[in-house]
């Protein structure tokens, strides 16, 4: 079964970094871009980042930029996105996603205390 997993989110204070990872399993990834979307309780998803399928070219919300970098690890198929000084406003419910094929993992959740 095809599927993406996030895990790493958490509850931290205002500042601090999380780092979220998203393992994909049950098929090689290396070929597709990936993303991230978050959904904050009350409002609609929104995109985050996202990264070419080599890892070469990226791209990112103006919320998230220069706070967030998104990256990949294609021999673990894996992609990662590094969070820091974050706001209470980041707090939202994370999701990667391969766009291409239409495939959601099932959501972090990252809580950011003032």
């Known amino acids: 079964q095809v599927q993406l997993v996030e895990s790493g989110g958490g509850l931290v204070q205002a500042g601090g970094s999380l780092r979220l990872s998203c393992a994909a399993s049950?098929?090689?990834?290396?070929?597709?871009?990936l993303g991230w979307f978050r959904q904050a309780p009350g409002k609609a998803r929104e995109f985050v980042a996202d990264?070419?399928?080599?890892?070469?070219?990226?791209s990112y919300a103006d919320s998230v930029k220069g706070r967030c970098t998104i990256s990949r690890d294609n021999a673990k198929n894996t992609m990662y996105l590094q969070m820091n000084n974050l706001k209470p406003d980041d707090t939202a419910v994370y999701y990667c996603?391969?766009?291409?094929?239409?495939?959601w993992g099932q959501g972090t959740q990252v809580t950011v205390s003032s």
């Open positions: 990264i070419s399928a080599s890892g070469g070219s990226t």
């Open positions: 996603v391969a766009p291409s094929i239409g495939l």
């Open positions: 049950g098929r090689t990834f290396s070929n597709y871009a």
